[in-house]
């Protein structure tokens, strides 16, 4: 790795960290399913300053941000048996936040007609 390359990283590890905390704070009222679409928002909002990621980055950032920060808070889902909890948790971080990446994008360009 050339030190272009390891400050890049650092940068983007400390940004990451950064979002984090930002994220953290939309759950701050307690863990809610619709805290996730704006925990979304605020990452989309910080993985466009990142000048050093491409658009696949970016996404990969604000999925890596959004799963840290969820990590983070640990939020135990009443009435669910934590097996199946943790199976309702992997099928959101790894379906729903990409899904709200897509539909954010999407309106941004325009993509989507709304009456």
Same mark, same amino acid.
């Not at 993985?47 to 840290?68: R, S, W, Y």
């Not at 048996?81 to 954010?104: Q, R």
């Given at each position: 790795?050339?030190?272009?390359?390891?400050?890049?990283?650092?940068?983007?590890?400390?940004?990451?960290?950064?979002?984090?905390?930002?994220?953290?704070?939309?759950?701050?009222?307690?863990?809610?399913?619709?805290?996730?679409?704006?925990?979304?928002?605020?990452?989309?909002?910080?993985?466009?300053?990142?000048?050093?990621?491409?658009?696949?980055?970016? +996404?990969?950032? *604000?999925?890596? %941000? #959004? @799963?840290?920060?969820?990590?983070?808070?640990?939020?135990? &889902?009443?009435?669910?048996?934590?097996?199946?909890?943790?199976?309702?948790?992997?099928?959101?971080? +790894?379906?729903? *936040?990409?899904? %709200? #990446? @897509?539909?954010?994008?999407?309106?941004?360009?325009?993509? &989507?007609?709304?009456?």
């Amino acid at each position: 790795m050339s030190i272009g390359e390891e400050i890049r990283v650092s940068a983007n590890a400390e940004i990451t960290v950064q979002a984090v905390e930002k994220v953290v704070k939309c759950f701050s009222d307690g863990f809610q399913f619709s805290d996730i679409l704006t925990a979304v928002r605020v990452a989309v909002e910080i993985a466009e300053t990142v000048t050093t990621l491409d658009g696949p980055g970016k +996404k990969a950032f *604000v999925v890596e %941000v #959004i @799963e840290k920060a969820y990590r983070e808070v640990d939020p135990d &889902i009443p009435w669910v048996p934590n097996l199946i909890e943790n199976y309702i948790e992997d099928y959101v971080l +790894k379906n729903l *936040v990409p899904a %709200v #990446i @897509e539909l954010i994008i999407n309106a941004t360009k325009g993509k &989507i007609n709304v009456n």
